[in-house]
């Protein structure tokens, strides 16, 4: 068990760098994502504008900030690498903490989770750069929202989750 977790340990890591490296990446271009001299925001995007206004954005993008967004939505799929499998393998260290049982599994599931929420993020990103090259975005909306409500869900879930287990819990689990 010792040796699996620190393969868990090593994961979580390496993908805890990858998801720093392209956030650090994302943020830079923050400030030059801009339409009409106004800033707009991926959080935006994904979460809180309504749909005329984020059809009203990806329309009015001139040629460098659409390809800047283009960019940030390519470092977002590095990210995703990183921050996916990182929460997965941060469910599977607090997992070890338990015993078998309610804890333990749910945990596990978590982990397992994280596939899915990463396939969201995925379609996510696929919906946004193709608004951005046809910014008809038509009855897909509602769909796109769910998509990344579950994703934020499932990833926050399994983070918040997780992370008291492994600050606070002693191991009752076998080593």
């Known amino acids: 068990m010792i040796s699996n977790q620190k393969r868990w340990k090593k994961l979580f890591l390496f993908c805890l760098g990858l998801a720093v490296a392209a956030a650090f990446c994302m943020k830079w271009m923050e400030n030059d994502l801009l339409v009409r001299g106004e800033k707009f925001t991926i959080m935006g995007l994904e ?31 590095v990210f995703m690498a990183g921050i996916f ?32 929420a990463w ?33 934020w869900i499932i990833a926050l879930t399994g983070a918040l989750v997780s992370i008291p287990v492994l600050l606070f819990k002693k191991t009752t689990a076998k080593e």
Request: charged share 20%; hydrophobic share 50%.
């Open 47 to 77: 979460l809180f504008y309504p749909k005329e206004k984020v059809a009203a954005i990806l329309a009015g993008l001139d040629q460098p900030v659409s390809t800047i967004l283009r960019y940030h939505l390519s470092f977002d799929f």
């Open 85 to 116: 499998p990182g929460i997965a393998a941060l469910c599977m260290m607090a997992s070890a903490k338990f015993k078998p049982g309610g804890w333990k599994k749910i945990l596990c599931l978590l982990a397992i989770l994280q596939l899915p």
């Open 119 to 151: 396939g969201f993020d995925i379609t996510e990103n696929t919906y946004l750069l193709k608004w951005i090259s046809d910014p008809q975005i038509g009855d897909k909306f509602g769909f796109f929202h769910f998509v990344v409500a579950t994703k």
